[in-house]
């Protein structure tokens, strides 16, 4: 079971928009729209960001958003704000009623 | 509102089984609407799923641990447990438990415990 994979790190200033993607496969990201994001501060716990690939739970905020396209998945931050700055994690449903996280994206803000 | 907490041992000697229990409170562990989840993270690298469980008692592992993994739980005390045998220093992590709802995700979650292999 292989995690699904994201790119290590990304950065931009405040004010602007990033994408992280998280890529899968046909038995995974390409074939379920169980896919979800959580953000992790430092020394914190994880926290739900996305579900089903495209959903926002109540209370997070409206800048967060995400997509999926094929085998791959994707959150967007628009208006980055300096409490944006932590790390971003994808996860998927896979065959066999398992599921994988992604390999983990350190996002700066500038 | 919901809240998890993990309980366990933060120190395990290598071979012997680790034991985390995981303790439900602020709303009903036998609700046929979620199942409950363990996690880890190992120090400075990413999440791992390790294994979920139904009311019920029905389980689900991570293949990549194979047999090692145990979950069970006991809904008279609003508790999950996981057991994993056989442990080596690369089961060092943080162990988080955690709500999973129907779509596979994660909410709330624990505040995690970090557990040590180590003689």
């Known amino acids: 079971q292989s995690a699904l994979t994201q790119p290590a790190s990304v950065s931009a200033s405040p004010g602007q928009s990033i994408t992280i993607s998280c890529t899968g496969t046909?038995?995974?990201?390409?074939?379920?729209?169980?896919v979800s994001w959580y953000q992790q501060h430092p020394g914190k716990a994880p926290k739900l960001m996305i579900y089903?690939?495209?959903k926002r739970p109540s209370g997070v905020s409206n800048r967060f958003s995400g997509s999926k396209s094929g085998n791959t998945a994707s959150l967007t931050i628009s208006g980055l704000q300096a409490e944006d700055e932590a790390d971003y994690y994808c996860?998927?449903?896979?065959?066999?009623?398992?599921?994988?996280f992604g390999e983990g994206t350190k996002l700066t803000v500038l | 509102q919901l809240q998890l907490q993990e309980s366990g041992p933060g120190l395990v000697k290598p071979s012997e089984t680790l034991s985390l229990t995981c303790t439900v409170s602020?709303?009903?562990?036998?609700?046929?609407?979620?199942?409950w989840g363990w996690i880890r993270q190992p120090p400075g690298k990413g999440l791992e799923w390790i294994g979920s469980?139904?009311?019920?008692?029905?389980?689900y592992n991570n293949p990549s641990l194979k047999s090692r993994v145990t979950i069970s739980i006991d809904t008279s005390k609003k508790q999950f447990s996981l057991k994993l045998s056989s442990v080596t220093a690369a089961d060092t992590a943080v162990y988080y438990c955690?709500?999973?709802?129907?779509?596979?995700?994660?909410?709330?979650w624990g505040q995690g415990t970090l557990v040590t292999v180590s003689s």
């Open positions: 469980i139904y009311y019920s008692g029905s389980t």
């Open positions: 089903e690939a495209t």
């Open positions: 996860s998927s449903y896979t065959s066999g009623s398992t599921q994988v």
């Open positions: 955690a709500r999973r709802f129907a779509d596979y995700s994660f909410d709330p």
């Open positions: 046909s038995s995974d990201v390409g074939s379920y729209n169980f």
């Open positions: 602020g709303g009903s562990i036998s609700s046929s609407s979620y199942h």
